[in-house]
């Protein structure tokens, strides 16, 4: 986020945060710094702060940060993302392949929402651009920017929250996305590896699979290197397949990424960014530069006019609904699921999720807010909003 250009009269931060796991578990912010680049103007701001100095501080933090989000976290890692992989597979595996059965439930609507979002997200005359401080140049630096940073293993959720250091729920409790995204992502693995069984008998197979190996070298070299025009390592996904452990992570990731990855950073929009102050997607005054010199009124003039709140709520509120004929995970067609064992596997699915199901609801019991967004039950099949 560090000098991207805005519109004229908004105005975005590059900011730093520093969290605290206090005594009771809570991950709290205890210091916020709005720019990249030290200094006598860059004060690093503190909960001991005016008040107005601090609510000033994580508004635009977290404004910065929902940008960031729509067009990295969600955009690129989910949509764009689950795009490739798409393509690949209906360019390369044949229908009566079981990667084609485990992954085309992902892929459904995969393309054409895409396609919606350029033309009526993300484009010139999106509803993004109506309501970001970013202008169209400064959302494009962003993107291109995450996208050249861009891996794969951001939504394989075990390898993401061990490279991020908050694997270990003793020392980061209630991380609840991590807890219930890696309970689903062992339940997909489970199916994956069962189906995968049937139709391999050893890795010398998978070696041998032109179809397997074609898909894989197509989304390596076609897929993510179109981030930023080069062919480095293809963004860790691999340009061929040798055993069938690697092919259950592969194929778990994809159908993880397009189902719980997903649901994780799309459907909470409305909760958390329909109360405006929470996270302005455009504000209309320069991040403080010094303390104790904000007004409530300044801090108030900064936020969006009528019209840009209107945008705002209807955004999050349209990106948060499910579609109307919405196929959920565990839910698979009856023509990609033929075989006898095939089947046992898929109820042994559904039964799994059905626990997980029951555990995060009885957990959200004890908690003030409930951590909705993993519940099996609501997590789609693949991305179609």
Request: aromatic share 10%.
């Amino acid at each position: 986020m560090d000098d991207v250009s805005c519109k004229d009269g908004a105005y975005c931060a590059a900011p730093l945060c520093l969290l605290y796991v206090n005594a009771v578990g809570q991950l709290k912010p205890i210091a916020i710094q709005l720019s990249q680049k030290p200094g006598n103007d860059n004060p690093i701001f503190l909960p001991t702060d005016h008040r107005i100095d601090w609510i000033a501080a994580k508004m635009y933090y977290v404004s910065s940060h929902y940008q960031f989000h729509q067009l990295s976290s969600h955009f690129l890692t989910c949509h764009a993302a689950m795009e490739a992989y798409a393509m690949g597979l209906m360019r390369n595996i044949p229908d009566a392949h079981p990667v084609y059965k485990l992954l085309r439930p992902h892929t459904r609507y995969t393309m054409a929402i895409n396609n919606k979002a350029r033309e009526s997200l993300i484009g010139p005359n999106g509803a993004i651009n109506a309501t970001f401080s970013l202008d169209l140049q400064g959302q494009k630096d962003v993107f291109c920017r995450a996208g050249k940073k861009y891996s794969v293993n951001w939504s394989n959720i075990k390898r993401d929250v061990k490279a991020r250091g908050v694997q270990d729920s003793s020392l980061l409790p209630f991380y609840h996305y991590r807890d219930d995204g890696i309970k689903i992502w062992d339940a997909l693995t489970t199916y994956v590896n069962s189906i995968i069984d049937l139709s391999y008998h050893d890795d010398k197979s998978v070696k041998e699979d032109k179809e397997l190996q074609s898909f894989a070298h197509d989304i390596h070299n076609n897929g993510f290197p179109a981030y930023d025009g080069s062919y480095l390592n293809g963004h860790d996904f691999p340009p061929s397949i040798s055993t069938k452990a690697e092919i259950v992570e592969i194929c778990t990731l994809i159908m993880f990424t397009g189902s719980a990855q997903h649901a994780a950073v799309n459907f909470g929009q409305y909760t958390y960014y329909s109360f405006v102050p929470n996270a302005p997607l455009t504000l209309h005054h320069p991040p403080p530069a010094e303390k104790g010199k904000l007004t409530f009124k300044q801090l108030m003039d900064a936020l969006p006019n009528e019209e840009g709140t209107q945008n705002m709520i209807t955004v999050t509120s349209l990106l948060s609904k499910y579609s109307s004929d919405e196929i959920f995970v565990g839910t698979y067609p009856a023509e990609l699921v033929v075989e006898k064992e095939a089947k046992a596997a898929a109820e042994n699915l559904r039964k799994t999720l059905e626990k997980i199901t029951v555990e995060i609801e009885e957990r959200n019991k004890a908690l003030e807010v409930p951590y909705i967004y993993l519940l099996p039950k609501k997590i789609p099949n693949s991305i179609t909003i």
